[in-house]
């Protein structure tokens, strides 16, 4: 598959992150938020980031226990843009090489659905490689993760004012967890493809 032998951290990737409305019964699952932030040469770019709301319907429920700010938001919401109507914004992220995520589940499903004619990625999964890394780590949220790994205080940075479960700070928390794990000694030779088989 295109992009596996590449060497990982000469690779560009483009983590993600969806928050979603969660599951309700008769409704199907819909993404309110995305966030977007690049790496590359194996190191976050703080430049090369994207959010955007996305629509959802006054009228549509939201599970009570999603997470997120979605409650306050709710009139941007019902304004926005749907998640095609936002795909030609989307494809340069999203077409152009690896694409991350932290359990890529919700991502991928939700890319799937909006575009089922694309074939993105390979997928890396954070969490996946958190769990065969650091198998010791209490927890494998990516909120405790960073803290565990020291990355809080420069995720921070990155996202002043923002919290978990806002797409773009879990897009950059992921950013950075994977940008730790490039940076482990031994790791200059290690490809797309392993991070994808390690997985």
Do not use: K
């Amino acid at each position: 598959m295109r992009h596996q032998a590449q060497l990982a951290r000469e690779a560009v990737i483009t983590v993600l992150d969806f928050e979603t409305t969660g599951a309700v019964r008769g409704w199907p699952v819909e993404p309110w938020q995305v966030g977007m932030v690049r790496l590359r040469q194996g190191r976050v770019m703080p430049d090369e980031q994207q959010e955007y709301l996305l629509h959802v319907a006054l009228d549509r429920p939201f599970n009570p226990r999603a997470p997120g700010r979605h409650a306050r938001l709710r009139p941007e919401l019902a304004q926005a843009p749907d998640l095609p109507a936002l795909w030609p914004e989307l494809v340069p992220w999203l077409a152009a090489g690896p694409l991350a995520a932290h359990q890529i589940g919700t991502e991928r499903s939700v890319l799937e659905r909006a575009a089922p004619l694309h074939r993105l990625g390979p997928w890396l999964d954070t969490l996946r490689l958190t769990r065969r890394i650091y198998p010791q780590l209490r927890s494998g949220a990516l909120e405790n993760v960073v803290a565990d790994l020291g990355l809080q205080a420069r995720l921070d940075a990155l996202c002043p004012g923002r919290a978990p479960h806002d797409a773009l700070y879990d897009a950059v928390a992921c950013a950075l967890l994977l940008e730790h794990f490039l940076a482990l000694p031994g790791w200059e030779q290690v490809t797309i493809r392993a991070l994808v088989e390690l997985a």
